[in-house]
């Protein structure tokens, strides 16, 4: 991976940072701390298109980062853009069309799988799959540019990591480094940092996950729990929670008004033991059933598009997840009714 120019040789100029649409932690931080360290130097702004994640929208009302949320602005008064935490232009939303015009120069700044056209020139682009944040890659950055961090931006930093790193699940020894230093820059505790962006489990957010577990369909391929389930709300929290009580991969979708939406969550055992990527092996490769964008993670993906057959969808997932298997030793299928 190679690092971006410093950042001081961005003196003067607009800066429009964006996250993706529905911004979570780590994307409205890794841009946060870009913002902070920029604005002594530069005129800089936040736009996150469409909407952000409720944790997400908590840190940055607790810490004052100055977002703004939006649908398609034009932003011809920027001179340059810095995308953070998406590499496919997709993920923009309703800011993608505005993208693709903007004539000034586009930087990213990213650690998912890059998927679809580049959309920064490779010189402009910071991206590293293998880091467990966006805000990993903007500490390396800062650190480049001989940016000290400030008590907001090394908060920033490890609030990010800690949310994408599913909370140390996949971190290796680099990630504690940097949240140690972190942590001590910041000044605060790290049960103060987790405050700042817990939001408590709402009732619907409950009775989604309960509904989630009771319409599962489980599956046996190869020697791992695969379940499919619909619920009309919290998608990714209903997979996470089906991977909790015992599932290795769970997809969770929902189709409403013809548009369908899966959420993938995949355990790190069948990631790093047996190679399995939602984010290559399936959700890449769903668009090419269903109209629509699929990507992500190899542990955490998800697929917006459009549909009415939630079931169909589903179980398209479950046949390139066994597609996976069906190459490698020890293959079965089965189902437990
Ligand atoms: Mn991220």
């Keep these: 991976m190679r690092l971006l120019k410093p950042l001081s040789s961005f003196k003067g100029k607009k800066i429009l940072l964006i996250t993706h649409s529905g911004a979570d932690v780590d994307a409205i931080c890794a841009a946060a701390s870009l913002f902070f360290a920029l604005q002594k130097r530069n005129k800089a702004k936040i736009f996150v298109p469409e909407h952000i994640s409720l944790p997400a929208k908590a840190i940055a009302k607790k810490l004052r980062i100055p977002y703004k949320l939006v649908q398609s602005p034009s932003l011809n008064c920027f001179d340059c853009l810095f995308l953070v935490d998406f590499n496919d232009l997709k993920m923009s939303g309703s800011l993608a069309n505005e993208i693709k015009r903007f004539k000034g120069q586009i930087f990213l700044i990213d650690h998912h799988q890059p998927a679809g056209k580049k959309i920064a020139s490779a010189k402009n682009r910071l991206v590293d799959p293998k880091a467990v944040a966006s805000c990993e890659l903007v500490f390396d950055w800062l650190k480049k540019s001989h940016v000290g961090l400030d008590r907001c931006m090394a908060t920033c930093i490890a609030a990010g990591i800690t949310t994408d790193s599913a909370f140390f699940l996949t971190a290796n020894s680099r990630t504690f480094s940097i949240l140690a230093e972190c942590l001590k820059k910041s000044g605060r505790t790290f049960s103060t940092i987790l405050s700042l962006f817990s939001v408590k489990q709402t009732f619907d957010e409950k009775i989604a996950k309960l509904k989630a577990a009771k319409r599962a369909r489980?599956?046996?391929?190869?020697?791992?729990?695969?379940?499919?389930?619909?619920?009309?709300?919290?998608?990714?929290?209903?997979?996470?929670?089906?991977?909790?009580?015992?599932?290795?991969?769970?997809?969770?979708?929902?189709?409403?008004?013809?548009?369908?939406?899966?959420?993938?969550?995949?355990?790190?055992?069948?990631?790093?033991k047996l190679g399995f990527s939602l984010a290559k092996h399936v959700f890449q490769l769903l668009p090419r059933y269903f109209p629509g964008s699929g990507g992500g993670h190899a542990g955490a993906a998800g697929f917006n598009g459009q549909g009415n057959d939630i079931n169909a969808a589903l179980m398209k997932c479950i046949a390139l997840t066994k597609r996976f298997f069906k190459e490698k030793k020890g293959f079965r299928f089965k189902e437990y009714t």
């Design 218 to 272: 489980i599956f046996l391929i190869s020697n791992c729990i695969v379940v499919a389930s619909d619920v009309g709300a919290f998608e990714a929290e209903s997979a996470s929670a089906l991977v909790k009580i015992g599932a290795d991969i769970a997809f969770v979708g929902d189709a409403e008004d013809g548009k369908l939406r899966i959420s993938g969550r995949a355990s790190q055992r069948v990631v790093k």
